[in-house]
């Protein structure tokens, strides 16, 4: 199978002090009252446009866990019916045909099953996951997406990176929410 020009994207939203949850997992923090009047405001037309041109999300299962929980209590499944990857050893439930699981080397789902059949590759968490994904060279972009709290303390964005990893800023967007999104390219 010829390889299509994909990019792997880790994406995440996180505390100003790099935490992307609680240390039990909660994410009741996401919400903000804050306004900053600087801001953009988040057009939905342009958020589905953007949502719709990602070919596939990759996360693993606490990740899952958590937006099948958000499910649960009516907020919807945030991934549509675009192809998800869970990389768990445990057995989950599968409510989505668009759902998958995957536990075999991270390696090879990215470069043999999904740059080959995906554009637009997204990485959505957790730490470990993340952490994986640019220890192993697999990662293009970061976006990081900075609510404005600190929580003190909780899981890491990035987990166990063991190196260096270069980055170069693409582009910064504030919004009135008072969130802030980075987009780095990775340097290779």
């Known amino acids: 199978m010829e390889q299509t020009e994909s990019r792997v994207t880790i994406h995440m939203v996180a505390s100003l002090d790099g935490f992307i ?3 039990d997992g909660s994410v009741d923090w996401l919400e903000t009252a804050d306004t900053f009047d600087g801001g953009k405001d988040m057009d939905p037309e342009l ?28 907020f919807g499944w945030a991934y549509g019916d675009t192809p998800t990857i869970v990389l768990t ?28 059949s995906f554009r637009d590759i997204w990485f959505v968490g957790g730490g470990s996951v993340s952490g994986a994904c640019l220890r192993l060279g697999l990662a293009d972009e970061v976006r990081y997406s900075i609510m ?3 929580i003190g303390d909780g899981i890491s ?20 929410s008072g969130m802030v999104e980075l987009r780095y390219e990775v340097r290779k």
Request: glycine content about 4%; proline content about 4%; hydrophobic content about 40%.
């Open 21 to 23: 949850a609680r240390k």
């Open 47 to 74: 958020a589905r446009q953007f949502l719709a041109a990602i070919g596939c999300y990759v996360m693993g299962s606490r990740t899952y866990e958590t937006a099948l929980n958000f499910e649960a209590k009516g």
């Open 89 to 116: 050893s445990r057995v989950l439930p599968s409510r989505r045909s668009s759902v998958t699981f995957y536990s075999g080397d991270l390696t090879q789902l990215v470069n043999e099953r999904l740059r080959p």
């Open 148 to 150: 404005p709290i600190l």
């Open 157 to 176: 964005f990035f987990d166990e990176l063991q190196r260096d990893t270069a980055l170069h800023l693409r582009e910064v967007n504030a919004y009135r």
